[in-house]
């Protein structure tokens, strides 16, 4: 008897009309129809002579051919016998030793990195600095040896690029520092690769923490820590803090509530007010729309600029996806939107 399964590093989500079938391994996904997810949802020795005893012959010649498109992009395999289940990487749970995952620190000028650096916990897994203005690459150096010796591990650059710099002197300071992950250079005057994967360069300009929270395919994580976390807690909040600007403390920089000012308050402390955690676990499972989406697992959140501002379990107002069309549209031009994007202030970042 001919059977199939699933690779054991694939997962599947079901939605509205369609589902998603993800290879945590590959990062890489592709949509079904949920006619299909049907079929497969066992994910392991399925026979293909109980599926043809299902279907008229027109419905299984149709079946066959989205599992032969399947092997070729290798979600699945055919084997004659049974073979012992694998382990189903779905049900598993992710887990984080860090207090704080994330901590985006927003920065008008270097000066503020030196004022507020010395309050800084070294129990972060990743710090992402953001600077509001043009940095040279030996500002950067010193800034970056700072958190080198404060013991940090994990840091990520986003930046309006200055004009002194050059995509060597970008590389060579990626080389130089082991613990920079990623590099965006916004403001640059081509959208390019400077070093795939590591340095990316963008002529957007980099303007305002409004710009933040767009839900984008192209912003897809389908890899295993995005799916496990995105099943059990919020994909962007969860143990996130940032530091705004002016030093304010929040859950994001777009979000408006401060819990403090990082000159007279301590990141220990934010953390035991629960209203700072209330949105940690807010799952996609929980907020309308995304709930019925098959990309919620490998999708990101917004909290801060929702489609109903006075409903914290509204769709992201910056998400242009209809799981009920499988459409994706503009989300600033939609009529339905105008309300809540004049109530942010975001009638420019569209």
Known sequence: MNYFSLFSSCVLTQGFRNSCLVDLERATYCSIPNELYQIIKLKFNIALDDIEQGFDKEDFQVIKEYLSFLE??????????????????????????????????????????????????????????????????????????????????????????????????????????????????????????????????????????????????????????????????????????????EGEIKNCPSMQESFGNIRDTSLEGVLRQQEFLKFWNITKDEIEVCRDCEFRYICTDCRAYREDPFNDYSKPLKCGYNPYTNKWENWSESPLKHKAIHYYGLQDFG
Do not use: W
């Open 72 to 245: 070729d992009k290798k979600f699945i395999y055919f084997h004659l016998e049974k073979q012992e289940l694998a382990h189903d990487i779905s049900k598993d749970q992710f887990s984080n030793c860090h207090k704080i995952e994330d901590l985006i620190f927003d920065l008008k000028s270097p000066e503020s990195f030196y004022k507020n650096i010395s309050k800084i916990s070294a129990d972060i897994e990743k710090i992402q600095l953001r600077y509001f203005c043009p940095v040279s690459i030996t500002e950067l150096e010193d800034m970056i040896e700072i958190l080198r010796l404060n013991g940090h591990t994990n840091v990520e650059v986003i930046l309006k690029h200055h004009s002194d710099n050059s995509e060597n002197g970008y590389i060579d300071l990626f080389h130089k520092y082991k613990l920079i992950s990623r590099v965006c250079v916004m403001d640059f005057f081509e959208d390019k690769f400077i070093l795939p994967n590591y340095i990316i360069a963008l002529k957007q300009p980099l303007v305002s923490h409004k710009q933040c929270g767009v839900i984008s395919e192209k912003l897809f994580y389908p890899n295993l820590r995005t799916y496990l976390s995105s099943k059990s807690c919020n994909s962007c909040l969860s143990k996130k803090v940032s530091i705004d600007v």
